[in-house]
C-alpha cells in the first residue's frame, strides 16, 4: 500500500477547529492508501522565560518538538494527525522559519528510522505546506504535490517567503487547483507550471431539485464559489 503524507497548512486539531474538509478528503483515501497527517505549530515565546532554550536555539538552530495526545476522537485518527508544538524563542526572522522547516525534517525522519518512509507528500496550499514539501524533497528526495486552496498573491508573501512560494511550485511533480481561477491566480505571475484543476465536491442528495418551476414562485437557486470580489457573487 503506498504511503502518503498530507502537510496542511491549516488542520483541525484540539486547539483549532478549521480545515475540516482536509480531513475528510484525507479520510477518502484511506482504504487505498496508507496516510499521515503532519501538522508542527511553532509558539514564539519570551527569550527571557529560558534564556538556555533561547542561546540553545540561536547556535544549534534545533528545537525539541512536543508530541500533543489528541485522544481518540475521530477526526483525528481518520486518518491518524501527528501534532507536534514546540517553543521558538529567536526574534530572527529567517532563523525561525529554518528552524520550523527542520522540524519538519526531525519528525519525517523519526517516521523513516519508523519503517514508515512517503512514497509522496501532498501540500494542502503553498503556504506553508508546499514550502515543507519542497524541504522534504531537498532533503529525502521524495515527490510532492500541491493543492493550492487558497487565494494566490505573490504580493501576500513576506519577502522571505516570496522565492521559497514561486520555487516549491516550480519543483512540485504536480499542482492542483480547485478552480480555474485560482489557476489564472498562479500563472499571472509567469510561474512555470501546468495546473490541473480538481473542484471540490457538493453532495447534490443534500439538496432537492425541482422538476418543474411555476412562474409565480420565488425562484431558488444554489450556487458554490469562493468569497472572492472577482467572482462577483452579489451579481
Same mark, same amino acid.
Given at each position: 500500500?503506498?504511503?502518503?503524507?498530507?502537510?496542511?497548512?491549516? =488542520?483541525?486539531?484540539?486547539?483549532?477547529?478549521?480545515?475540516?474538509?482536509?480531513?475528510?478528503?484525507?479520510?477518502?483515501l484511506?482504504?487505498?492508501?496508507?496516510?499521515?497527517?503532519?501538522?508542527? /505549530?511553532?509558539?514564539?515565546?519570551?527569550?527571557k522565560? *529560558?534564556?538556555?532554550?533561547?542561546?540553545y536555539?540561536?547556535?544549534?538552530?534545533?528545537?525539541?518538538?512536543?508530541?500533543?495526545? /489528541?485522544?481518540?476522537? =475521530?477526526?483525528?485518527?481518520?486518518?491518524?494527525?501527528? =501534532?507536534?508544538?514546540?517553543? @521558538?524563542?529567536?526574534? *530572527?526572522?529567517?532563523?525561525?522559519?529554518?528552524?520550523?522547516?527542520?522540524? %519538519?525534517?526531525?519528525?519525517?525522519?523519526? +517516521?523513516?528510522?519508523? *519503517?514508515?518512509?512517503?512514497?509522496?507528500i501532498?501540500?494542502?496550499?503553498?503556504?506553508?505546506?508546499?514550502?515543507?514539501?519542497?524541504?522534504?524533497? &531537498?532533503?529525502? $528526495?521524495?515527490?510532492?504535490?500541491?493543492? &493550492? %486552496?487558497?487565494?494566490?498573491?505573490?504580493?501576500? +508573501?513576506?519577502?522571505?517567503?516570496?522565492?521559497?512560494?514561486?520555487?516549491?511550485? &516550480?519543483k512540485?511533480?504536480?499542482?492542483?487547483? /480547485?478552480? =480555474?481561477?485560482?489557476?489564472?491566480?498562479?500563472?499571472?505571475?509567469?510561474?512555470?507550471v501546468k495546473?490541473?484543476?480538481?473542484?471540490?465536491?457538493?453532495?447534490? &442528495?443534500?439538496?432537492?431539485?425541482?422538476?418543474?418551476?411555476?412562474? $409565480?414562485?420565488?425562484?431558488?437557486?444554489?450556487?458554490s464559489?469562493?468569497?472572492?470580489? @472577482?467572482?462577483? $457573487?452579489?451579481?
Open positions: 500500500m503506498k504511503k502518503i503524507l498530507i502537510i496542511p497548512s491549516w =488542520y483541525p486539531t484540539p486547539d483549532t477547529k478549521v480545515g475540516f474538509f482536509f480531513q475528510e478528503q484525507a479520510e477518502v484511506q482504504d487505498q492508501y496508507d496516510i499521515r497527517v503532519l501538522f508542527i /505549530v511553532p509558539q514564539q515565546l519570551s527569550r522565560k *529560558n534564556i538556555f532554550k533561547f542561546f536555539q540561536k547556535v544549534f538552530k534545533s528545537i525539541e518538538c512536543l508530541k500533543i495526545d /489528541v485522544g481518540d476522537d =475521530y477526526a483525528y485518527n481518520n486518518p491518524p494527525l501527528y =501534532y507536534y508544538k514546540y517553543d @521558538c524563542y529567536l526574534k *530572527n526572522e529567517k532563523k525561525r522559519y529554518g528552524i520550523f522547516l527542520k522540524a %519538519h525534517s526531525d519528525i519525517l525522519q523519526v +517516521f523513516i528510522d519508523d *519503517n514508515w518512509k512517503p512514497d509522496i501532498h501540500a494542502q496550499s503553498v503556504r506553508h505546506g508546499g514550502i515543507i514539501a519542497n524541504f522534504l524533497n &531537498e532533503n529525502f $528526495n521524495i515527490p510532492y504535490l500541491i493543492t &493550492e %486552496h487558497h487565494f494566490f498573491s505573490l504580493h501576500a +508573501f513576506k519577502p522571505l517567503l516570496l522565492d521559497l512560494a514561486r520555487k516549491a511550485l &516550480e512540485a511533480s504536480k499542482i492542483l487547483t /480547485v478552480s =480555474y481561477d485560482k489557476s489564472r491566480q498562479i500563472l499571472s505571475y509567469g510561474i512555470k495546473p490541473v484543476v480538481v473542484w471540490n465536491l457538493v453532495d447534490e &442528495e443534500k439538496f432537492k431539485v425541482q422538476s418543474t418551476y411555476e412562474s $409565480n414562485k420565488k425562484l431558488q437557486r444554489f450556487s464559489s469562493a468569497a472572492s470580489g @472577482c467572482k462577483d $457573487n452579489l451579481t
